[in-house]
C-alpha cells in the first residue's frame, strides 16, 4: 500500500496535465495521510482540479470510540464491498492523482528502507483514485480520495516492497492517453478493465531513506533555561 507520494511541484505548470485547470491553491510537496493534494475528476461533464485530503475517511471523521483505521488505499478485489469505498465506486466517482513519485518500504537488507518509485523518464503521472464530499458546518464541504491498488505478487519490481510476509500491492498507473477515458467509465466493469500493474521495464526504482532531522541547537554555556520553580 502507499501511504505517502511526491506530488507535482505546485511552482511548477501543469504542462502534462494541461488538460485540466492548475491548481489553485497551495499544498506540500510530499503528501502523507490528510494533507491536501490536487486531485483531477469530471464533475457534470467538467473537468476540474480540486484540492483533497489524502484518505477516504479523514481522522476527524472517525468516532472517537471507533479505533483509528487507514482509508489512503483501495484494494481492487473488495472495493466494491467496503463500506468506506463501495459508494464511491458503485456511482463512478472516480479521479486521478497527479504524481511524480512514490514509497515504499523495502526490507531486502533486513530492516524497512524507503523507497522512491517513478517512471523511468521521470516524467510526471496519474494514480487511479476514488473520491468523496463531505458536509461541512455552514454549508461548505470537503473533498477526500483514495489511491486504488491491484495485487502485485507477480510483478518484477513491486513485488520487492514490504514485509516479505504480507501480500504485495501497487497502485494503478493510468497512461495520458487513457486520462479522459478513465474519468468517463460508465459501468464499474468498464472502470476494473483500467486496474492493472504498469510495466516493471517502464518505471525506476531506488532507495530514498528520509533525511534525518537537523540537530536542536545545543545551550550557550552559561545560558541555562529558567526553572518553573524560579
Known sequence: MCTSYESNNPAERFDAFS????PDFDYRGEIYKDYIAPI?????????????????VPRKRIPPHVKAFDTMNARAESVGEKRSFSSAWNRLQLCLIPC?????PNYETGKAVRWRIRLAGNQPTAIAGLWRVWDEPEGAASVSFTMLTVNADEHPLMRR??????????????????????????????ARSFLQ??????????????????????????????????
Open 100 to 104: 511524480r513519485a512514490f514509497f515504499e
Open 19 to 22: 488538460m485540466f485547470p492548475s
Open 40 to 56: 483531477f475528476r469530471r464533475v457534470d461533464n467538467d473537468l476540474k482540479t480540486d484540492g483533497a485530503s489524502f484518505g477516504m
Open 197 to 230: 500493474l504498469y510495466p516493471a521495464e517502464e518505471m525506476h526504482a531506488e532507495a530514498f531513506p528520509v533525511p534525518p532531522r537537523a540537530p536542536q541547537p545545543k545551550p550557550i554555556d552559561g545560558d541555562q533555561q529558567p526553572s518553573l520553580l524560579d
Open 161 to 190: 516492497f514490504h514485509k516479505p510476509s504480507d501480500e504485495k500491492r501497487s497502485v494503478v498507473i493510468v497512461r495520458p492517453d487513457a486520462y479522459e477515458d478513465w474519468l468517463s467509465c460508465r459501468s464499474t466493469d468498464e
